[in-house]
């Protein structure tokens, strides 16, 4: 059912000391702070080759952040975000294992705006779980190959023992009736 790992999301207790932590100590490309007031925090983004980093901290005094920061002063990891194709049959099989959505079996639009499914970390050995539905990714570029041939078409004109055999078209003549020349290595 899951896909890629979309990102992970790390409570801190300080947006801007992370932010310059990743940038100073990792060298990493960090977004601008953009503050979610539906979502209750301010978010900045950490660009890494093969996932997103979500430096997320709390924004307002009804942030759900607060309790988890409450509890884990340094910050810590909030959740993990996974890709699914389809948010609809990911609940289905969900429900199907006994597993309970939080805020209720219906989806909410994420920070990137696309549906997803916020799981418990009661289910998930620990960790707060979030399903993220992606649209394929388009093929672009794509060619159709049909199938190739030789480079060369076979010469005709070779011994009927290398008929058939494609190659550069070298033309192959023995005379089996005169000696070989002597070469470099032979005695007089």
């Given amino acids: 059912m899951i896909g890629n790992l979309k990102y992970i999301a790390i409570a801190v207790p300080d947006l801007t000391v992370a932010i310059q932590q990743y940038k100073d100590v990792f060298g990493a490309f960090v977004t601008s702070p953009q503050d979610l007031p539906d979502q209750g925090m301010r ?6 080759p093969n996932t997103l980093l979500e430096l997320i901290t709390p ?8 309790d988890f920061l409450k509890a884990n002063p340094q910050g810590g990891v909030h959740h993990l975000s996974y890709e699914v194709p389809d948010i609809g049959k990911a ?3 969900l429900a199907l294992s006994g597993i309970q959505m939080k805020g209720g079996e219906t989806s909410q639009v994420g920070y990137h705006g696309n549906p997803v499914l ?3 970390a009661k289910d998930f050995f620990g960790v707060s779980v979030e399903l993220e539905q992606v649209s394929p990714s388009p093929v672009v570029g794509r060619v159709d190959v049909g199938r190739i041939g030789p480079a060369h078409p076979a010469p005709r004109t070779s011994s009927s023992s290398l008929e058939g055999v494609g190659g550069v078209g070298v ?6 009736k005169s000696p070989t020349p002597k070469d470099n290595q032979e005695g007089e």
Avoid at 59 to 66: A, V
């Fill in 171 to 176: 033309k192959i003549e023995v005379d089996f």
């Fill in 59 to 66: 924004l307002g005094e009804d942030s759900p952040l607060k």
């Fill in 43 to 48: 978010l900045a983004v950490v660009k890494l």
């Fill in 91 to 93: 609940k289905d099989q």
């Fill in 118 to 120: 916020s799981l418990d």
